[in-house]
């Protein structure tokens, strides 16, 4: 098992920027690696960035890219999501999830899932 716990939400002005944190505890060395989803409302789960174990290998949405930066503590199995020049778009419930599958941007390669954090951007 592994518990997920996200931390940083809240809200936020347009262009500005915000850090989540989700902190993995549990059997993480079963995991290959970990990512962030969001949600909003009336939308299906969104992919938004992922990073192996490690550090070595990252991915992004293609809607996040250049301004979402993944980064991750191995030490204290901690992944941050660095969210800059926010959007209203970027408005939804970011979930932090554990990859036990091979497919980075599907949520079905995600065994374990946190609680999720509201982000709010508003214009």
């Known amino acids: 098992q592994v518990q997920l716990l996200e931390s940083g939400g809240g809200l936020v002005q347009a262009g500005g920027s915000r850090r989540l944190s989700c902190a993995a505890s549990g059997r993480t060395f079963g995991s290959y690696g970990m990512a962030w989803f969001r949600q909003a409302p009336g939308k299906e789960r969104e992919f938004v960035a992922g990073?192996?174990?490690?550090?070595?290998?990252?991915n992004y949405g293609d809607s996040v890219k250049g301004r979402f930066t993944i980064s991750s503590d191995s030490a204290k199995d901690t992944v941050f999501l660095q969210m800059n020049s926010l959007k209203p778009e970027d408005t939804a419930v970011y979930y932090c999830?554990?990859?036990?599958?091979?497919?980075?941007?599907?949520?079905?390669?995600?065994?374990?899932w946190g609680q999720g954090t509201q982000v709010t951007v508003s214009s």
């Open positions: 999830a554990a990859r036990t599958g091979l497919r980075v941007y599907s949520p079905g390669s995600y065994e374990y």
């Open positions: 990073i192996s174990w490690g550090g070595s290998t990252t």
